[in-house]
Every structure is written in structure tokens, then in C-alpha cells.
């Protein structure tokens, strides 16, 4: 199979997606604000978003091994449209029933994943690997980059925001589910189904203890793996602490509007696109793997201290 028109249409489901949900930070607290302790909804919200996935991406993953790629594709683009469908009515109920929604599919990642397994030739896997991570980080630094664009190009109100942007999120979707009906089928012999394997698999994906005892049995073969996942889990725990700066900017004293959050993160992606681009096209080449873990946690503990630093900048700028 040529691989580079699927390859080409995997990316780009994957930035489109990415994009369609990033494009809604801006306006997440607005679902929230006349409720009490709004922060703590929108962290609710993203880990029911997070958490269904412990149990759906198993799932679509194995589903996928016996259906076909391209319909597990089509179903989560299906999914995240009628997700963004029930962000019309601007209450809680619909963030809540929007963030459980999308989580059903969103799982679809360990089908990307499967999918570019199957096209990649042997060489070509890891570095095809890593163009899938490069297009998730380019999603979600162009998500707030085009809500801003939107806002300042039709020079939409503080109080139309919310519902322009998520018309954005609705019609970006939209776009997938062309996107994944075209993308051809990428895996040449499926799997039978045995029962109770799905079942098993969703309880192994949940099961912590017997995962960390696997990830130790392989990290007595791998010597570094333990400290990689750990860092990654640190990592991972730090995104928590953007639930709580969209709030804080836009609840608390700043009280920036969706226009002012879409510029601020469209700052920090144009910031973030510069440092990786000459990080990964000039440094990493003339750095060692270990030196490289030690600079990348160093950085992301610099970044969050700064972010202390830019609050006081955008509160020079707008009070």
C-alpha cells in the first residue's frame, strides 16, 4: 500500500480533531461562571472526559482490529459532531453532557495509533509515530490561534463568543466525518472476536496495580523506562493546573473575555511553535536522550513558574 495518501488523511483527522476541541477553551467557563466553584466543574468536566476513555479506547481499539479501521474513524467523527451539537444551550448541562459525550469516542487515538502500524513500513514506523505526536501538539496550539482568528476577523461581540465558537467546533467536526468516509481501509486481515476478550481488555486498562507490575516487568528488560513513565505521569498531572488558569483568567480578577483568553493562547502557541521548532530541528540532534529528559522537565518547571509572570503582564495590560 502506498502509505503516503492514508498517512495524509490520518494526520489531518487527528489535527481537525484536535483543532475542533481546542477551539473551545476559550468559552468552557462560560458554561460554568453562574455556578458556584466553577473551577472545580470544568476539572468534573475534564475528568469525565478523561476518565471514560480508560474504558472506550480499549474498546475501540479492539473493535477496530475486527471491523476495520476506517469505521471506528467514522463513528468517533460522528460522536464528536453530535458532541458539539449539545454545546447549543449555554448551561452546565450541556458542558457535562458534551464532555461524556465526546469521551465515548475519543478512545479512537489507540485506532490512529493501529492505524499507522498497518500502513508504516518497518522502517518508517517510529518516525511516523512521532509525526502523529508532532500533529496532536500543532492541534492544540492552532485551536486557540483559529478561535482567535474567528473572533477578530468578524469582529464578533464578547457576548456572541461563545456561540460563534462553538458553531467553529460544530462545522471543523463536520469536516472529519468527510475526512474519515474517504479514508481508505488500512488494515488487511481483521481479527475474529472471542468472547469476553473486550470485556477483559476494558478491565485491564483500569486495573492500576496489575498495569504497574507489568510496566515493572518491563522495565527490568528496558533500564530507563520506569523513570520515562514516571516523568510522563508527572506530566500528565501538570495539565491539571490549565483547568484552573482558564478559570482564574477568566473568573477571577482579570476577568478576560473569550477574545482576550483566544489572543493569550494564541501568544503562548506562537511562543511554543518558535521553541519547538528550533528545540527538535537544531538541539535535539546535539543533545543525549538523558540530557534531554533532564532540559524537558527543566523547561516545564520554568514554564509553569513564568505563567506566574505573564499574569502579571496581562493584568498590566487590561486594568
Known amino acids: 500500500m502506498n502509505q503516503r495518501k492514508p498517512l495524509s488523511l490520518v494526520y489531518a483527522i487527528v489535527l481537525i480533531d484536535i483543532v475542533a476541541g481546542s477551539i473551545m477553551w476559550p468559552v468552557w467557563p462560560q458554561f ?18 478523561i476518565g471514560i476513555q480508560l474504558f472506550t479506547a480499549p474498546l475501540l481499539g479492539r473493535l477496530s482490529d475486527i471491523h476495520g479501521r476506517k469505521p471506528i474513524f467514522i463513528v468517533s467523527a460522528i460522536g464528536t459532531f453530535l458532541a458539539n451539537l449539545l454545546l447549543l444551550p449555554r448551561n452546565a448541562f450541556a458542558y457535562f453532557s458534551n464532555r461524556g ?33 508532532t500533529v496532536v501538539s500543532l492541534g492544540f496550539v492552532l485551536g486557540p490561534l483559529v478561535a482567535s482568528g474567528v473572533l477578530l476577523l468578524f469582529g464578533v461581540l464578547p457576548e456572541e463568543a461563545t456561540k460563534v465558537l462553538v458553531a467553529t467546533g460544530i462545522g471543523i467536526s463536520l469536516l472529519n466525518i468527510v475526512l474519515s468516509s474517504i479514508l481508505p481501509e488500512t488494515i488487511a486481515r481483521r481479527t475474529l472476536r472471542k468472547r469476553g476478550e473486550l470485556r477483559q481488555q476494558v478491565y485491564q486498562s483500569i486495573n492500576i496495580a496489575e498495569n504497574w507490575n507489568r510496566m515493572q516487568t518491563i522495565a527490568q528488560k528496558q533500564d530507563g ?50 521553541i519547538s521548532y528550533i528545540f527538535y530541528s537544531y538541539l535535539i540532534q546535539r543533545v543525549q536522550p538523558e540530557r534531554f529528559l533532564r532540559i524537558t522537565a527543566a523547561l516545564g518547571i520554568i514554564t509553569h513558574i ?3 509572570f505573564i499574569g502579571q503582564s496581562i493584568w498590566a495590560l487590561y486594568v
Request: negative net charge; hydrophobic residues 45%.
Open 101 to 133: 459525550a465526546d469521551g465515548l469516542t475519543n478512545g479512537v487515538y489507540s485506532a490512529v495509533r493501529s492505524a499507522i502500524t498497518d500502513i508504516s513500513e518497518e522502517g518508517d514506523l517510529m518516525k511516523n509515530m512521532g509525526l502523529e505526536g
Open 32 to 49: 460554568v461562571k453562574s455556578y458556584a466553584h466553577p473551577e472545580l466543574l470544568l476539572a468534573l468536566g475534564t475528568a469525565i472526559f
Open 225 to 274: 523506562l520506569l523513570r520515562i513513565v514516571i516523568l510522563q505521569l508527572c506530566l500528565t498531572f501538570s495539565l491539571g493546573y490549565y483547568n484552573y488558569l482558564i478559570t482564574y483568567i477568566s473568573l477571577g480578577s482579570l476577568q478576560l473575555t473569550p477574545r482576550q483568553i483566544s489572543y493569550f493562547f494564541a501568544y503562548f502557541g506562537i511562543i511554543f511553535l518558535v
Open 306 to 308: 513564568s505563567y506566574a
